[in-house]
């Protein structure tokens, strides 16, 4: 009796936010890219906007095109073959928590659109990756944009910070923003520390999903093997930070991050030794170390 009423209360509490929630989901890819529309953010910062741009964040659904072609594969040689417990037969049948597996970090505002926009990014992934261009352009409406970063995903403790301000941009400092929609600053603690991007960049299986995947588990490697042997630098540091990388935010892809990336030391010696007189063997010694100068191992991803 007691477990029901609890259960009653907690349904009458959750009815109508769960009601508000569902008037707003996005019903297609052109819906959910106005909802989480940045265009008016490149006016103003436009140096980070061209940065941003060019990075795999903004297109995360095609990435170096691999992406794409994964999570191509994923519905028709995964999902829609394990249909006796997935549920899905055909793209028709797929559910955002389907795609979920993939857009808990490659694109978390699906959590915002109906599972009509599921279906739309699965075809759209299997006809981009067929060579479908105008499949592909569908694609990179919808990104890891500012909004992602600078709201959704700028405070990590709830119960300590709070809930998001859905009208604000978080970043160093507290103030008004002249933005017409984002019209506060506020200051995230997260925002400047390596745990942001540990976000997404990875610990290791995503164990609570019912279909765990496992793709990128740099940041499991950065918090337990650089940072304990006496690594002091965040990803920022690295990715944003340095040489002026911005909101680019490089991998190997860059020639100055990938040459930065191991150091190699070779040490070569020619000798020669006689293990009997007018016999000489002659031996070279190649010592060739290498080091690591990454905040992570690698490869990732
Ligand atoms: C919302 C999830 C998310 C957050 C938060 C996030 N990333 Fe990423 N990041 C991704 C995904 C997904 C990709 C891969 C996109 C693709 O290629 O498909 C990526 C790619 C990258 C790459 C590879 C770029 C390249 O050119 O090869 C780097 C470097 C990177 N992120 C650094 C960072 C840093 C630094 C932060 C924190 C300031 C961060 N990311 C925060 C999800 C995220
Ligand atoms: C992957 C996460 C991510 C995305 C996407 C992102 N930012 Fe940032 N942004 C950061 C982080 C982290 C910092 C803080 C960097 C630091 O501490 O050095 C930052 C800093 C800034 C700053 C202050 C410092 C500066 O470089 O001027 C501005 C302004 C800014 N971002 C605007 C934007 C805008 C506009 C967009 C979209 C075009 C965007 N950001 C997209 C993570 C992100
Ligand atoms: C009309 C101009 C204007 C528009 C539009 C605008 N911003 Fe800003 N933004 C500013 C100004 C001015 C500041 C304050 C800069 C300062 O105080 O150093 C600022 C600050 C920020 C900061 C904090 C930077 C820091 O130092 O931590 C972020 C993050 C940011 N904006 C993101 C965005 C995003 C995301 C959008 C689009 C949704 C956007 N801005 C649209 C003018 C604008
Ligand atoms: C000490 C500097 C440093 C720190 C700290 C650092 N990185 Fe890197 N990162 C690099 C270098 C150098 C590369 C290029 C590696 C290569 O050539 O493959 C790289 C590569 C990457 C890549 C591309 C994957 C790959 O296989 O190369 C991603 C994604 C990435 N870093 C994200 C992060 C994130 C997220 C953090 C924080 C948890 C972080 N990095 C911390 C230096 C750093
Ligand atoms: C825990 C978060 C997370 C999940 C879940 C996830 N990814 Fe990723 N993925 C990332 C990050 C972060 C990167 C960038 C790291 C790197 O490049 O080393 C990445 C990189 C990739 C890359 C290489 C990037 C490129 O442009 O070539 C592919 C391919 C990829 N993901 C496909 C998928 C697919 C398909 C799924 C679902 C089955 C998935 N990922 C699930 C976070 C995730």
């Known amino acids: 009796m007691k477990s029901l009423r609890i259960g009653l209360a907690a349904a009458i509490v959750l009815l109508p936010s769960a009601a508000l929630a569902a ?3 996005a019903n297609s890819i052109d819906e959910l890219a106005r909802m989480y529309d940045v265009s008016s953010c490149k006016r103003c910062h436009a140096k980070v906007f061209a940065e941003w741009e060019k990075s795999f964040h903004a297109t995360s659904l ?3 095109p691999r992406t794409m072609a994964t999570i191509a594969s994923t519905v028709k040689d995964g999902l829609l ?5 997935s549920g899905a037969k055909e793209v028709k049948d797929l559910t955002v928590e389907h795609l979920m597996i993939c857009a808990k970090c490659h694109l978390p505002q699906l959590k915002d659109a109906t599972d009509a926009v599921a279906r739309e990014i699965a075809q759209a992934a299997i006809d981009g990756a067929a060579g479908d261009e105008q499949a592909k352009k569908q694609l990179a409406k919808v990104g890891i944009n500012c909004l992602i970063c600078h709201n959704q995903k700028a405070l990590i403790h709830k119960w300590t910070d709070g809930a998001i301000d859905p009208n604000a941009v978080y970043g160093s400092k507290e103030g008004s923003h ?7 600053l506020k200051k995230s603690a997260t925002l400047p520390e390596s745990i942001m991007c540990g976000q997404c960049h990875g610990l290791g299986p995503n164990f609570e999903l019912a279909e765990p995947t496992q793709c990128a588990t740099l940041y ?3 918090l337990h093997a650089y940072v304990p042997s006496g ?3 965040s990803c920022q540091d690295c990715h944003i930070r340095k040489d002026g990388r911005g909101h680019f935010m490089p991998g190997y892809r860059d020639p100055a991050v990938a040459k930065s990336a191991v150091k190699v030391e070779v040490n070569a010696r020619g000798y020669y030794f006689l ?3 007018g016999d000489p ?3 070279a010694v190649v010592t060739v170390a290498m080091t690591g100068q990454a905040g992570h191992r690698i490869p990732d991803g």
């Open 23 to 25: 008037e707003k989901k």
């Open 62 to 64: 095609i990435g170096s």
């Open 81 to 85: 073959k394990e249909y006796t417990y």
């Open 178 to 184: 002249p933005d017409s929609k984002f019209t506060r």
């Open 220 to 222: 499991g490697s950065h």
């Open 231 to 233: 690594g002091n630098k």
């Open 275 to 277: 293990p009997k007189a």
């Open 281 to 283: 063997v002659p031996t």
